[in-house]
């Protein structure tokens, strides 16, 4: 079946290091891949997304590329802030407009200290 | 700029009683989920629906029950609540198509106790 997993936490960083969250999915198909970030006491937020084999998604310093070969979808930045503290969530969506689903991973807890 | 609507952000019941979480979106969107979200973990699918009168059963639906009425409003509704509910709610949204992200509610976060 379609499964989603990512590193697990905590992620402990000073700023300005180099960021990565691993994500590798399971999939039959050509899923759409997503990263989601939730800070505290917040909903999820859309951080970017990649639809094909080979794009790239990228947002506020974040990229991600969809590697079809390794079935992965990791994170990375190249310097981290304080304000990028919050939970990351690597999601797979599949299927047809009438019938997408989407798998959201456990979650990767990020605290960057000053 | 509402995007997805969710309330009451926080709420204790007592076990057994009952309450309606609502959601409502104003962005046209015909997908709609419900998720909850227990500590340290991922999110579960509760219930969704593809369009108005039509809901469908996700990953953990006993204990809920869901309706769609119209195309802006998704209630969730706890009949009898149990302790293994205590959890936080998030609604979401699409447009439903392949590509099409969810767009998340802020949660409702419930206890009960």
């Known amino acids: 079946g379609n499964s989603v997993t990512q590193m697990e936490g905590p992620v402990t960083l000073s700023e300005e290091a180099f960021l990565t969250i691993n994500c590798t999915y399971t999939?039959?198909?050509?899923?759409?891949l997503f990263w989601y970030v939730q800070y505290p006491g917040e909903g999820l937020q859309l951080l970017l997304k990649?639809?094909?084999?080979?794009d790239k998604g990228s947002n506020k310093g974040f990229e991600a590329t969809y590697r079809k070969e390794t079935t992965s979808f990791h994170l990375e930045k190249g310097s981290v802030q304080v304000s990028d503290s919050a939970v990351y969530f690597c999601?797979?969506?599949?299927?047809?407009?009438?019938?997408?689903?989407?798998?959201f991973g456990s979650g990767t807890r990020l605290s960057i200290r000053p | 700029n509402a995007g997805v609507t969710q309330t009451p952000k926080f709420r204790i019941l007592k076990i057994g009683q009952s309450m309606t979480l609502q959601c409502a979106q104003d962005?046209?969107?015909?997908?709609m989920y419900w998720y909850r979200q227990d500590p340290g973990m991922g999110l579960k699918l509760i219930y969704y629906?593809?369009?108005?009168?039509?809901?469908d059963k996700g990953e953990v639906p006993n204990g809920y029950n869901v309706s769609r009425s119209t195309t802006e409003d998704f209630p969730l509704r706890l009949e009898l609540a149990a302790p293994s509910q205590t959890s936080v709610y998030f609604c979401?949204?699409?447009?439903?198509?392949?590509?099409?992200?969810?767009?998340f509610g802020d949660g409702t976060r419930l206890s009960i106790l």
């Open positions: 979401a949204s699409s447009a439903g198509h392949s590509n099409q992200p969810q767009h």
């Open positions: 999939a039959t198909g050509y899923p759409s």
């Open positions: 990649a639809t094909k084999a080979d």
């Open positions: 999601a797979l969506l599949y299927g047809y407009s009438s019938a997408s689903k989407i798998i």
């Open positions: 962005m046209n969107h015909n997908y």
């Open positions: 629906s593809v369009g108005a009168g039509i809901t």
